[in-house]
Nanobody, 125 residues
Framework: QVQLVESGGGSVQVGGSMRLSCAAS????????MAWFRQAPGNEREGVAL???????YYNDSVWGRFTVSRDTAKNTVYLQMASLEPEDSAMYYC???????????????????WGQGTQVTVSS
C-alpha cells in the first residue's frame, strides 16, 4: 500500500511563495503519476498539478505559470512550488498517486488509489 505524507503548508501573505512536499513510501514504481489536489471549504476538490514518470507535467489553468510540480525519484518525493499566491489558493492540499497504466483525464480522481491526509495552505492579505 502506497503511503503519502504531505508537509510544508502554513500561512503566507498574498504574493508570497511556499513549497509543499509529498513523501511516498510502499512502492517502487517511479513511473507512477503523482498529483496535487486542493479543496477549499464549500468547494469540490480540484486537480492542481500532475507529473508523470517521464517528467511530463499538467496544470490547472488557474495555477499555470505560478505553480511548478517536480519530483525527486531517488527520494520518492514530489514537490509543489507555489509562487504569487492569491487568497483563492487557500485550501487543503492533497498529494495523490495513480498507477502509470491508468488511462483517463489527468485529474480524474477515481484513477488515484492513494491519497495523503493533506496540508493546509492559507493565503492572507
Amino acid at each position: 500500500q502506497v503511503q503519502l505524507v504531505e508537509s510544508g503548508g502554513g500561512s503566507v501573505q498574498v504574493g508570497g511563495s511556499m513549497r509543499l512536499s509529498c513523501a511516498a513510501s510502499g512502492y517502487s514504481d517511479s513511473s507512477r503519476y503523482m498529483a496535487w489536489f486542493r479543496q477549499a471549504p464549500g468547494n469540490e476538490r480540484e486537480g492542481v498539478a500532475l507529473i508523470g514518470g517521464t517528467g511530463v507535467t499538467y496544470y490547472n489553468d488557474s495555477v499555470w505559470g505560478r505553480f511548478t510540480v517536480s519530483r525527486d525519484t531517488a527520494k520518492n518525493t514530489v514537490y509543489l512550488q507555489m509562487a504569487s499566491l492569491e487568497p483563492e489558493d487557500s485550501a487543503m492540499y492533497y498529494c495523490a498517486a495513480r498507477p502509470s497504466y491508468t488511462c483517463g483525464g489527468q485529474f480524474a480522481q477515481a484513477l488515484f488509489n492513494s491519497w495523503g491526509q493533506g496540508t493546509q495552505v492559507t493565503v492572507s492579505s
